[in-house]
């Protein structure tokens, strides 16, 4: 389950991190084609601007995702392991 999850979160960190990284980087150095009108007062760097909102909502999509079918089933199977365990009687021991 751990690798499940950390898995996936270091890709969609990268993913996420990285994207507004390259927006911000092309801001500071490549600001000439940031400028480029696309059509109206529409702006390149406008348009990658609202893009890192897409880019998180498709993040966030792939995340809810992607619990639903890998880490939720085996938090249902441990949880109903948890609770058999419970209505036997038996207990675990702890250190």
Do not use: K
């Amino acid at each position: 389950m751990r690798s499940a999850y950390r898995s996936f979160g270091i890709a969609a960190t990268l993913v996420s991190v990285g994207g507004f990284l390259i927006y911000v980087l092309m801001s500071s150095f490549a600001a000439g084609l940031m400028n480029q009108s696309l059509f109206g007062h529409l702006t390149i760097g406008l348009a990658l601007g609202l893009g890192q909102f897409v880019l998180m909502g498709v993040t966030i999509w792939l995340y809810v995702r992607h619990m639903h079918r890998r880490i939720d089933p085996v938090t249902h199977r441990l949880r109903a392991q948890a609770r058999h365990i419970a209505s036997s009687g038996r207990r675990s021991r702890t250190w």
